[in-house]
Every structure is written in structure tokens, then in C-alpha cells.
């Protein structure tokens, strides 16, 4: 990896540096609490790591948090895991992202859109009645804080405005896309319990109408702990018996009441896979979730009242939730309900044009699907107010940057960023100071200590290493759900750099300040962002009697693609037919996610496993990149070295 400096693909003119709010907080900063004023965002950088007590609070003033019972400190206990943030402070995150309704009521908070192209505006009083009434509804239904109330809901209006009335009441939200199969949802909602389900009847997704009646009949049966369901007829079928009625909880015109509490309260609950088990149940807080936000919406992502926020997402996707909390800046916020290619590879242009989007957020994978396709987004639409386009779930190859800046504009800020739903935010990218170099993000958060560590736990410069975090942040997970003491969080990422944040991705820190992300360095699979556990889809495939064992991997293609291969070791007698071929691929369908049908399925003669019986994944992915046998794997840990021969000889052929 060189250090030489190429020529920036795009600058921030001097008024734009000017305009952006980081560089009045910067400013502001530096008269109040010591930040530099000189150097720019490197130095702002350096503070806010250096100084991480003072910097938080500098960020709760200047985006005004308001905090009903103030904190005794900015950082209790700094240790990860179990960092303690804001101690003694009480507040509601709900309360925050409805503030914009008492100076722009008439505005747009919510501009939703399907596949019709339709627009249909939620303005900010609207907003703020609707949650105000379904707040008091679940007061009425007996939910207190800390209750679960879960949304299996596409990305529509009602799915924010669940969410926020829970927040206002101190519940904790969680949320699935429809197009999740019934025991996909269950392997989630099932370990949090929830009391209230908010239900669709359907979805439309690629001009057609998808029913979902019979899978929301099998959660109903599968949650005993629900009080209550809420029926919401997109497709236009009468509520289930027994579910209540979605404008029947929304219709009065009551002030919502927000109930205070803790910093550290669950806000909601994400899910993340790992390589076993059931997905991990991240749990964030309110005030987390509320400053992180704030510093990443508002500073990173530079949005204001004035902006109109569009990010192509599902609601089973972190990206989701951080859409939502563009109403913590007062942005309007755009919901895309549908396909991100119907009835073209266009359709997220269209949407961008439709809504005068001027941060557009979508994937790598989709810009390169664009390239592909030979679309041509500014001749063909009108993209004058799109300022930003951004991108995460995979890292932007240097063509995707390229192909952005010819076919957008050249005068377009790229920001190429990387996170994850264990922080629900962003550990490196946009910076609206900073230039744009291809195939690099520009740099980390603030408030960020991020690092590349070789193998020992040394930092390295230029050179690939993994992932780390040294400090904590605000938005790391509280705990995971079922984990009473804490050992499946600590070993997801404490356990190979005991104090420090291990996130699972290579990465390179250039000596210019810049980021480049090499993708997974573990073997979760990672489609389109949406991460999912190898163990999900050994469950559904392995209940097939042809199917002896399986093996999972996905591998980042130089070209921006995704390939993920299923390797299938049959039982005997069977053969990998097509009828087969379509039984595997149709159970991955119905019983998890379209998204994560494997690109290919192989026969081979066994699974290779360590002594101690676990599936060797990450080697076998290693081996299919081209890594010589010896380096990819220590082979006195494999049960039968034999086998590894196989995917070696495999990956020659590919090759």
C-alpha cells in the first residue's frame, strides 16, 4: 500500500468548507473548549480522541441535547466493554427527532415513495399527533419502559412513526423487513419478547404484490408474549381477529408525552450475525444512539432543515434506523418503499430527481449494478440539489468512484463510508472539509480512536490490518439481549485484543489521513449490507435430507460484486439435480431472505472442521481468494487436511 499522494478526484471549494457545520463547530469548539483552530479536520480529529469527555459535551451543547436531569460526568467508567456514558442524565430520544415540529410544522418530516413514484408528504405536526396518539395507545395497552414492541413493516411512514411512539414511552423497538421468512423473524424476535407486533398484510416489491397474511398468522401463533397486534392494510385486506386497526390507534389529537429516562436505556434492538448461534441481539441506547447520531448526521454527513436525506433501505437494516434519525437535524427524511431496481436499474435516480434528495445513501453494490447497466443518472434526471452521494455494505470500488463523478457530476462529494450495526453508525467516511481520493473514505469519525493492528496488537500505517476501535463510543451496544454475563459480547469483539474494539473488517489507514476498507476479515456474510450468520443458513439448508453438512462463504470481488458459494456435502445416494438445486434455493427463500440465495451451489466430497468440530470458514474463503494452503490455514488445527486439497484445486480452477 503506497503513502504517495494521488491527485484528489474532488476538492470542497472554499465556500462550501466555509458552510459546513463542522467547520463552525470547530470554530465554536475552539472558543469554548480548547479545540484547535488551526489545522483543520485532522487536528479536530486528534482533539476529539484526545479529549473524548470534553468532545461529547461540546456535542450535546451544540446540537442543543437537552437533558431533563443533568449528568454527573461526561464518561463514568471508559473501559470497554462497559463503558458508562452520561451518568445521572435523563432524557427521550423520541422527544429530539419531533423538535423541528415547533418551528416548521407545515414542512415535510417524512416524504414517502413506492414503486408508483408517488409522493406523499408527512409534515412535522402531522408527525408529532400520530405519535402522540399511538404513544398514549401503547401507554393504554400496558406497555412500560423497557417493553418490546417489534415491526414486521417495509419502510413506510407508520414503521417511523412505531418507532418513535415506542421510544416516547420508553419501550424498545425492534424491526424486520417483510421480506424476512417467518422463522428468520422468529430467530429474532424470539429472544426479546415483545408484547406489541406491528404487522403489514403485504408488500409491493418489483411491480407485484407479495401476501404476508399466513406468515403473520405463524408469528402471532409463535410470540406468546404478545398483548397485541396491529394490523396496517397496505395491500388493502381487512384486519386479522384479535388485531387492532392501525388508523384507530392514530386518529387523536393528543400532545405526545415523552417519557425521560436513563442515558444508558434501550432504544432498540438490532441484529447481527455471527459464524453460530442465533443472531446476536444488539441492544443501544437512547442517549447513544441520540449524540452519535447527532455528531454523524449532523457534522459528518453536514444535514440541515434545508436537506432532504434519501438512503435505500429496508427496516431490517441498521441503515434504517440511521435514516430515521435524520429527523434528530430537522431533515426531511425520504422512504423508499420497493425494488432498488424496478422498473429499471434506474429506479434510485428517479427517486433522488422525485424527491429532490440532497444526500443520496444507497450500495456499492447498486453503483456498480449502474455501470454495469450503462445508466446515465444525469442525463437522464435532473440531479441539481443531490450534493452527496454516499455509499456503505461493501466498499466502493475505484470504478464506482469514477463512474460518480463522470456520470453524476464532477463537482459531486463521494462519500464512501463503513460501519456496522453493532454501532449503528459510522467508524470512517464522510468528512465535508476533506478531498476525495478513489477507492479511499476520507477519514475517521470524530470522537473515533480508529486503528489497523497487525496481528500483535501493533498499529500500522499504510499497511493492511484489522479493524480497531481503542476508545469508546457512545453508540456501542449496552449489552446483547440474553447474554447475562456478558461473555457472547465480549468474545464478538474483545476477544482477540482484550480492551479494544475488533470489528471483523480489514483495513488500511493511509499516512495521508485517509481509510480504505478491504472488507470481512471474518466469515460473515455480507449481502448488499445485510449481514447474515452462516448458522442461519446451515439450519434452513441442513433440515433437507439430501444435505449431509454445508459451507458458506462470501467473497468481495475486485469489481464491486459479492460472490457467495454454498458447498454441499450430500447424504448418500443423493444427487445435486436441478429439482435439488431448486428445493435448497427455494428454502434460503422462504425461510430467510431472497437476498441471500447463494450465487452457486457445489457438490463436494466433505466439510472441513477444526479439532474441536467447528466448520472452517474463513480459511476456505481465504483459499478461494488465492492463498497458498500453508498461509491460509494452520493445518495441525484441521480434522482432514485431505479436504482442504479439494478447495484448493477448486480455486485453481476458478482461477
Given amino acids: 500500500m503506497t503513502s504517495a499522494n494521488p491527485t484528489p478526484l474532488w476538492r470542497p471549494d472554499a465556500d462550501r468548507i466555509a458552510r459546513a457545520q463542522i467547520t463552525r463547530f470547530q470554530a465554536w469548539a475552539a472558543e469554548r473548549h480548547g479545540a484547535p483552530s488551526e489545522g483543520g479536520y485532522a487536528a479536530l480529529h486528534r482533539w476529539s480522541v484526545d479529549e473524548l469527555d470534553i468532545f461529547w459535551k461540546a456535542v450535546t451543547e451544540w446540537f442543543d441535547v437537552r437533558f431533563s436531569t443533568p449528568y454527573a460526568r461526561v464518561l463514568g467508567d471508559r473501559s470497554m466493554p462497559g463503558a458508562e456514558w452520561f451518568p445521572g ?92 421468512g417467518a422463522r428468520s423473524v422468529l430467530d429474532r424476535f424470539q429472544q426479546v419478547e415483545p408484547v406489541v407486533l406491528f404487522t403489514v398484510d ?45 388508523s384507530a390507534l392514530t386518529s387523536a389529537d393528543i400532545e405526545p408525552v415523552f417519557e425521560q429516562v436513563p442515558f444508558d436505556h434501550p432504544l432498540w ?34 444535514l440541515g432543515p434545508e436537506d432532504r436525506f434519501f438512503w435505500y433501505t429496508s427496516t431490517g437494516w441498521m441503515m434504517w434506523n440511521f435514516l430515521v434519525s435524520g429527523l434528530l437535524t430537522g431533515t426531511t427524511i425520504v422512504l423508499y418503499d420497493g425494488s432498488p431496481g424496478h422498473p429499471d436499474t434506474g429506479a434510485q435516480w428517479r427517486v433522488a430527481e422525485r424527491t429532490g434528495a440532497t444526500l443520496f445513501g444507497t450500495s456499492a453494490a447498486y453503483v456498480m449494478a449502474c455501470r454495469k447497466a450503462g445508466v446515465h443518472p444525469a442525463r ?47 467508524f470512517a467516511g464522510a468528512v465535508p472539509t476533506l478531498p476525495v481520493n478513489i477507492g479511499e473514505l476520507q477519514g475517521p469519525g470524530l470522537g473515533t480512536d480508529l486503528q489497523s493492528w497487525d496481528p500483535g496488537g501493533h498499529p500500522v500505517i499504510d499497511e493492511v490490518g484489522e479493524l480497531v476501535v481503542t476508545n469508546p463510543m457512545p453508540s456501542m451496544p449496552i449489552r446483547f439481549w440474553n447474554d447475562p454475563d456478558g461473555s457472547r459480547y465480549h468474545d464478538s469483539y474483545f476477544d482477540m485484543y482484550p480492551g479494544a474494539w475488533r470489528h471483523g473488517d480489514w483495513i488500511t489507514l493511509t ?6 476498507i478491504h472488507g470481512r476479515s471474518d466469515s460473515t456474510l455480507n449481502r448488499q449490507g ?55 434455493k427455494q428454502t434460503i ?18 466439510v472441513p472442521h477444526t479439532l474441536t468440530g467447528k466448520r472452517i470458514e474463513v480459511p476456505v474463503k481465504r483459499l478461494m481468494q488465492g492463498t497458498p494452503l500453508e498461509k491460509a490455514v494452520n493445518p495441525g488445527s484441521i480434522d482432514n487436511l485431505d479436504l482442504l486439497h479439494f478447495y484448493e484445486d477448486l480455486a485453481r480452477k476458478r482461477a
Fill in 511 to 516: 499516512s495521508r489521513g485517509s481509510v480504505i
Fill in 89 to 180: 442524565a435523563t432524557l427521550n430520544y423520541a422527544e429530539h427527532a419531533l423538535r423541528a415540529a415547533a418551528t416548521r410544522a407545515d414542512e415535510p418530516a417524512l416524504l414517502a415513495v413506492d414503486e408508483t413514484q408517488e409522493l406523499r408528504p408527512v409534515s412535522w405536526s402531522e408527525l408529532r399527533r400520530q405519535v402522540g396518539s399511538l404513544a398514549a395507545e401503547l401507554r393504554a395497552l400496558g406497555v412500560r419502559p423497557g417493553d418490546r414492541v417489534s415491526g414486521y413493516l417495509p419502510n413506510i411512514p407508520q414503521a417511523v412513526v412505531a418507532l418513535l411512539a415506542t421510544a416516547a414511552v420508553g419501550g424498545v423497538w425492534t424491526s424486520c423487513a417483510p421480506d424476512f
Fill in 380 to 426: 437522464d434526471h435532473d440531479l441539481s440539489r443531490v450534493q452527496c452521494v454516499a455509499t456503505t455494505g461493501s466498499p466502493l470500488p475505484p470504478d464506482g468512484f469514477s463512474w460518480l463523478h463522470d456520470e453524476v457530476r464532477e463537482d459531486l462529494w463521494i462519500a464512501s463510508v463503513s460501519g456496522g450495526t453493532d454501532v449503528c453508525s459510522c
Fill in 589 to 606: 427463500r422462504e425461510q430467510l431472505s431472497p437476498r441471500h440465495i447463494p450465487d452457486e451451489i457445489i457438490e463436494v466430497p466433505g
Fill in 269 to 302: 434492538v438490532l441484529y447481527s450475525s455471527g459464524t453460530t448461534g442465533l443472531p446476536k441481539a444488539i441492544v443501544q441506547s437512547q442517549g447513544g444512539i441520540l449524540v452519535e447520531h447527532l455528531k454523524q448526521l449532523g457534522l459528518h454527513c453536514d
Fill in 202 to 246: 403485504g408488500y409491493r416489491y418489483g411491480g407485484k404484490e407479495h401476501d404476508r397474511r399466513e406468515t403473520v398468522a405463524e408469528l402471532r401463533r409463535e410470540l406468546p408474549t404478545l398483548r397485541a397486534v396491529v394490523h396496517i392494510p397496505l395491500l388493502g385486506s381487512e384486519a386479522p381477529e384479535g388485531a387492532l386497526d392501525w
Fill in 530 to 584: 445485510v449481514r447474515m450468520g452462516s448458522a442461519d443458513i446451515y439450519e434452513a439448508v441442513e433440515r433437507l435430507p439430501e444435505i449431509k453438512e454445508s459451507l458458506v462463504i462470501g467473497i468481495e470481488q475486485p469489481d464491486g460484486g459479492y460472490w457467495m458459494p454454498l458447498f454441499v456435502h450430500l447424504s448418500p445416494g443423493s444427487v445435486l439435480d436441478e429439482p435439488l438445486l431448486n428445493r435448497i
